[in-house]
């Protein structure tokens, strides 16, 4: 027997014979539906006591049948025969309701979301009768139509999202008489001839992925936490190349076990990318592969998390073949345990961040496959690794003292290492411009003699809060030369709101760090961006600071000078 969805407690065999029943009609493929149909929808809604919904595709099939509202027997969008910004799903609802009035919002949204050709919703009467050679009537009262409006992008971006009801059509309660004379293939050709033109329209820059963020705030966060990791997941997506095309926030004590946020803020998520034509949602958090297929099944659209983002960006980014390496390693080993999540349905959601890298290829390849690669690919991280010793060790033998710089990203360590010794490290107002780690030579003054006194400088990747143990792990390369080096040069944004958390964030990181790292000067960059406000609480919490500006190079004099005394000090305490 044909399933039949929603809620069916209480229902007796004799009327779910009858709901099933509903499957075996046929309509004619011009009709939205015949009057026959309705009223016999209608006899078993009001038989039963309870709101029916079917759901028909273009040849007249009904392919679904459910008890409830049109929201509660929705078709998940990956369930849908097709799916897609430039059309429509193919599939229309008629529905009953036992109220008289017009569709709610619920069911306008679920509509939506589906991308449904329409929406029917029938008023009841409460009574009716069989006719004697077969077929009910009498028991529709009144009939809606409602359907989507398509937007063009300048509507979307003006309007946002606070007035949906520009997104929909809903006609005047209209009898069913009137109802069955609309043309249903008229109707739905005129709207996809204007959707394809507005799908014509956005695809202007396709190759951007147009992204949603999703923000949980959680009682851990305070409100300025939660703002500024938002900002930060932004300037991620930016950097990964993606268009911030909207953020949808949620308050919630903690994550929804299954979905992260609640199933009321799943469907605004989705409605939000189907009105905004999003391709891709960033969570602002990890999430577990059985939450991002949840999500994906009710979203339609693909969903990854914080880590996927900077994984990305790293696959854009690694320049050596060490680095690529590490990336490669590094997203094997997060898609391992999701490689179930990401079936068949997944692959007509198209690629852009999350996708790229030399990892992409080997997603349709077997696990097995994949974890010989993790191993092989660690095997070779581990010669390099070992090859990386010798180096340093080479460079100890010389007894040149090392300086590693290290910092939040987009902090101006590049341009700092760059300034102080002539190179032409890539700096850019990106995060995790630098993924290799760069050393340069310079000379500066001993502090004790004032004789010129070779050092090694390295550039390092910049820090973030919750890097990703994954990430953490495949650049142990470069965090190595962190622990391995002499002494730090901690650089500051000091121009970057959350400046002192940032400073948190690294020194955290370093007193995590398994061999403990050398002593460290704070070093205050960007200050040709900062107020005089800032600048004198900076200097009072950190009397030791240097203050600079990197690429005006202002300060660099006063630098060369306190790293001279930090290294004199580092190498005769240690
Ligand atoms: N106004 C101002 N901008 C600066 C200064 N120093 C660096 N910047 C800018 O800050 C941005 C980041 O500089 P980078 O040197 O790439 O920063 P980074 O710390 O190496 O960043 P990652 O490698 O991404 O971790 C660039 O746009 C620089 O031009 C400065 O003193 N003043
Ligand atoms: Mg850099």
């Not at 004697?132 to 529709?140: D, F, I, L, Q, S």
């Not at 690794?385 to 033998?397: C, L, S």
């Not at 050393?439 to 070779?454: E, F, K, L, N």
């Amino acid at each position: 027997m044909e399933t039949i969805y929603g809620n069916l407690q209480g229902l007796k065999p004799s009327q779910l014979k009858q709901l099933g029943r509903l499957y075996h009609q046929r309509l004619p493929v011009d009709c939205l539906t015949t009057p026959e149909f309705a009223q016999r929808l209608a006899a078993i809604s009001t038989e039963i006591g309870q709101p029916v919904c079917t759901y028909l595709n273009r040849r007249g099939q009904v392919i679904r049948v459910g008890v409830g509202s049109p929201r509660q027997t929705q078709i998940p969008p990956l369930e849908l025969p097709r799916y897609g910004a430039g059309r429509l799903s193919g599939i229309r609802c008629i529905a009953t309701t036992l109220k008289s009035s017009p569709p709610s919002e619920a069911s306008l949204t679920a509509m939506a979301i589906q991308r449904l050709d329409a929406l029917v919703v029938l008023t009841l009467t409460g009574s009716g009768f069989e006719r004697r050679g077969g077929g009910a009537t009498g028991y529709v009262k009144e009939t809606y139509l409602a359907h989507l409006i398509p937007q063009m992008p300048q509507d979307i971006e003006s309007s946002a999202s606070e007035n949906l009801d520009i997104f929909w059509q809903v006609s005047p309660p209209v009898s069913l008489d009137t109802l069955v004379t609309q043309d249903f293939l008229d109707l739905v050709e005129g709207l996809e001839a204007e959707l394809q033109s507005q799908f014509v329209a956005r695809e202007v820059d396709a190759d951007q992925d147009l992204v949603l963020i999703v923000g949980l705030m959680t009682d851990d966060l305070t409100p300025e936490q939660f703002e500024d990791q938002l900002v930060e997941l932004a300037r991620l997506v930016d950097t990964a190349g993606g268009k911030v095309v909207q953020t949808v926030r949620q308050k919630r004590p903690r994550p929804h076990p299954q979905t992260v946020v609640g199933t009321g803020k799943v469907q605004e998520i989705a409605l939000a990318a189907q009105t905004a034509g999003a391709n891709l949602i960033v969570f602002d958090r990890d999430l577990s592969p059985a939450q991002v297929r949840n999500l994906e099944i009710q979203i339609g659209v693909r969903v990854v998390d914080r880590t996927e983002v900077i994984l990305d960006i790293f696959a854009q980014r690694a320049q050596s073949a060490a680095g690529k390496l590490q990336v490669e390693l590094a997203q094997l080993e997060y898609t391992l345990p999701r490689l179930t999540g990401r079936g068949q349905a997944m692959s007509r959601l198209g690629g852009g961040i999350g996708t790229r890298g030399p990892g992409e290829t080997k997603l349709e390849t077997e696990r097995r496959a994949i974890s010989r690669r993790i191993a092989r690919l660690q095997q070779e991280v581990n010669q390099l690794r070992a090859h990386r010793n010798r180096m340093r060790q080479r460079r100890q033998k010389q007894e040149v003292a090392t300086v590693a710089i290290v910092g939040y990203t987009n902090a101006g360590k590049s341009t700092l290492l760059n300034a102080l010794t002539n190179a032409e490290v890539y700096t850019a107002d990106q995060l995790f411009a630098t993924l290799d780690p760069t050393t340069r030579r310079v000379v500066i003054a001993d502090a004790q003699t004032g004789q010129p006194m070779p050092i090694l400088l390295t550039d390092t990747v910049g820090f973030i809060h919750e890097l990703p143990p994954t990430l953490m792990d495949a650049f142990r390369a470069t965090l190595e030369e962190v622990t391995e080096a002499d002494a730090l040069l901690h650089v500051v944004d000091l121009s970057h709101p959350a400046w002192q958390s940032q400073i948190r964030s690294v020194t955290e990181i370093l007193r995590s760090m398994p061999i403990a790292p050398g002593p460290a000067l704070i070093v205050f960059n960007k200050i040709d961006q900062v107020d005089g406000e800032t600048l004198r609480l900076a200097q009072e919490e950190f009397p030791l600071g240097v203050y600079i500006s990197a690429n005006l190079r202002i300060g660099l004099e006063t630098l060369r000078h306190r790293l001279a005394q930090l290294i004199d000090y580092a190498v005769s305490s240690g």
